[in-house]
């Protein structure tokens, strides 16, 4: 791994309630890991033992936090929770069912990765204000940690933002990705100049599940 460094690692988090239920949790509290996410956690955990992870940091929401604690452990480190890896906020469709919120407002996540006005009128975060708050939190960790491989624990979208920082898919492109539970999209950072090395890696036997 060394010839890599340094890295930086964004792990989502392992499956949750939510995602079983399809319910668009954002921010608040009583959606947990499912013992499925505990496990895809530890496995994880494992997985990244090689990598010479020198600080994690962690969205603050339960799911996330609970991965980075099991990962942690794995590792040997601690987790530091930082409110620029969280969730986005859903707004009024907070606790909405996803086939309540496509038959009512239609495909309201392609529209928050096209901007559309839906998202800012139901007080969604934007996706322009993900990027922002991502980019500022991998800003502070270059220059905090610099030549160091950094893991942060966070979610889907926050992912998807520095994805689309380095990449510029369009907005269809980014719907249709999906950024696996307790996956790992690894960037290397070169003379301040992020390049993709994996998304969604994985210990292998989640290759023959999913």
């Known amino acids: 791994m060394q010839s890599l460094l340094p890295l930086f690692l964004f792990l989502r988090h392992g499956q949750a309630k939510n ?15 499912t013992q499925v996410g505990i496990h895809q956690a530890e496995k994880i955990g494992d997985f990244l ?20 604690k099991i990962v942690a452990n794995k590792v040997g480190l601690s987790c530091n929770i930082d409110e620029r890896l969280t969730e986005i ?31 800012e009128e139901n007080g969604i975060e934007t996706f322009t204000n993900v990027k922002k708050r991502v980019l500022d939190m991998v800003d502070h960790c270059s220059k905090k940690h610099n030549e160091e ?16 920082t380095i990449l510029q898919p369009k ?5 249709e990705m999906i950024i696996r539970n307790a996956s790992l999209t690894i ?3 070169e003379q301040s100049s992020f390049s993709m090395v994996a998304i969604n890696s994985m210990n292998s036997e989640r290759y023959l599940q999913e």
Do not use: W
């Open 49 to 68: 033992k090689p990598f010479d992870i020198s600080k994690i940091y962690c969205s603050p929401i339960e799911r996330a936090e609970h991965t980075a």
């Open 19 to 33: 995602n079983v239920d399809r319910i668009l949790a954002g921010r608040t509290r009583g959606f947990p890991l």
């Open 89 to 119: 906020d859903m707004g009024t469709f907070t606790g909405m069912h996803y086939d309540e919120m496509f038959e009512k407002h239609g495909n309201v996540f392609l529209k928050f990765y096209q901007g559309h006005p839906i998202v």
């Open 171 to 175: 907005p269809e492109s980014l719907y």
């Open 149 to 164: 491989t950094i893991l942060l624990v966070t979610h889907m979208d926050p992912i998807k933002s520095m994805i689309s």
């Open 187 to 189: 960037l290397k950072n």
